[in-house]
């Protein structure tokens, strides 16, 4: 697989991004593409990007020591069920701020699977929420 993750946004295809979720996710209908760059604009995203373009995109809500929030993890339509999801959890589950948080949480309505494989848990009896949760309480 050729591609690269990269955490600048500069590099982002926006307008793209905001299509996706707004057109195809489940979850993002009615965002303006001004809603859009805002979320990009207060997250740690990560674009992933082959030789012919941005072929994925996700971001984390966080504060960087306790608590991150996986949000808007898409791969494009024309690129999925090549590996590209499991390969941006992946880099996102190994990014230095995000290895030392100590909950990292998501929401997915079909995808708990895969999220399984990275130590996601689905949260008491919700079929959504999911948590990879390394806080110890005493």
């Known amino acids: ?3 690269y993750i990269s955490t600048d946004k500069n590099k982002l295809d926006v307008k793209s991004i905001h299509i996706f979720i707004t057109g195809t996710s489940y979850w993002g209908k ?3 593409l001004q809603e859009v760059q805002t979320t990009i604009d207060h997250s740690l ?5 082959a030789p012919h373009g941005q072929v994925g995109f996700a971001r984390v809500v966080t504060d960087y020591v306790i608590f991150a929030y996986l949000m808007d993890i898409i791969i494009f339509k024309e690129f999925r069920g090549k590996g590209y999801g499991k390969e941006i959890i992946t880099h996102i589950m190994d990014h230095e701020v995000l290895k030392k948080v100590k909950t990292i949480a998501l929401k997915t309505r079909d995808a708990h699977g895969l999220y399984e494989k990275f130590g996601f848990r689905r949260v008491g009896d919700s079929p959504l929420w999911m948590v990879n949760d390394k ?4």
């Open 1 to 3: 697989m050729d591609f």
């Open 30 to 32: 009615g965002r303006t």
């Open 45 to 49: 995203c990560f674009g992933m990007y």
């Open 135 to 138: 806080a110890v309480f005493s």
